[in-house]
């Protein structure tokens, strides 16, 4: 099942994504009920968590979209360029995302990816303001607009109530899957003109991650149901039609349930918290590859969908 949030016609709701078209939840209710003689009660709004695993309402959203999958021809859908797609989750209590977890990417940094046992995953948090929606334009911020970089990511949403979760339980508190862009200033320097201090030559995890809208989120969410195993996904990201990143989270260094078992181990997980978990190879800044206004950039992953936005100065 694949979920969206949408805005038509000035109203705000829930739709099952299709690529190219959106069917209402509503809509799909009705046509479910009418040739199907089946009662599915189905909140109205644009809510997604209600509809995903841990949800009130997922087992009957579940069983309207199996339907609508086998009937979705004869059921009438909104054309998605007549939609304005929406994030997924507009406010998440919180936004974790991993730096470095994949091999190669680590590499390309000029470090040495070390074994699991070795190590432990580098979580930052972005604020809510950075979320953006599928479609939208990314502001390169007038304060510092030389370095800015993509990151292609596959998201977690986290469904259920989770502390000291354990690896092999770990995936039973996922609602589903999203993708997210995070959007990264690579060379932010507050004040460029002060004296240099001793962790200045740090990336800054903070002044470089939460810039106004730096972390598109979408387009869509899968629910985890459909997801067999979240560490054989496809991800792509592609810069004006180019393909930069390529990858599967199978190159992951720490997987999603690995990653989940860490945070809940010092953070309570709430369901709405998103965790995007690191970025493969092939961002811009090892080459001096940096976005500018007019850019096109597309994440996508296999299975969910392409989250498609383009630059603008601020």
Not at 42 to 71: C, I, M, R, T
Not at 209 to 236: E, N, R, Y
Not at 287 to 293: A, D
Request: hydrophobic letters at 40%; a negative charge.
């Amino acid at each position: 099942m694949r979920i969206c949030r949408f805005e038509h016609e000035d109203r705000e709701q829930a739709g099952f994504y299709y690529d190219t078209k959106v069917v209402p939840v509503a809509q799909a209710v009705a046509a479910c009920e009418q040739r199907s003689q089946q009662r599915h009660a189905l909140p109205e709004g644009s809510n997604l968590l209600p509809f995903l695993p841990g949800g009130p309402h997922y087992a009957e959203a579940k069983a309207v979209a199996e339907w609508l999958d086998k009937n979705v021809d004869g059921v009438h859908a909104i054309d998605a360029g007549a939609i304005r797609l929406l994030a997924p989750f507009p406010q998440p209590p919180k936004i974790f995302l991993l730096a470095g977890n994949y091999a190669a990417h680590i590499e390309e940094g000029g470090e040495i990816a070390v074994e699991r046992a070795k190590t432990f995953p580098y979580v930052f948090m972005k604020p809510a303001t950075t979320v953006n929606h599928p479609g939208a334009p990314v502001p390169i911020p007038r304060v510092s607009p030389d370095h800015i970089d993509w990151e292609a990511e596959l998201a977690v949403v986290i469904g259920k109530r989770a502390r000291h979760v354990k690896e092999a339980d770990a995936l039973n508190y996922v609602a589903g899957y999203t993708v997210i862009n995070d959007i990264s200033d690579r060379k932010y320097t507050p004040n460029p003109g002060r004296s240099q201090r001793p962790k200045d030559e740090f990336f800054d995890w903070l002044h470089g991650k939460w810039h106004d809208g730096f972390c598109p989120m979408g387009p869509c969410v899968i629910s985890a149901d459909a997801v067999a195993d979240p560490q054989k996904l496809h991800v792509t990201l592609k810069l004006n039609g180019e393909i930069k990143q390529d990858a599967t989270t199978a190159l992951q260094v720490y997987p999603v349930a690995a990653v989940i078992e860490f945070i809940t181990q010092s953070v309570t997980l709430e369901p709405g918290d998103i965790i995007s978990t690191g970025t493969p190879a092939g961002v811009g800044f090892p080459t001096g590859t940096f976005l500018k206004p007019g850019d096109v950039v597309e994440a996508a992953i296999d299975g969910i969908g392409i989250l498609k936005n383009t630059m603008v100065a601020e």
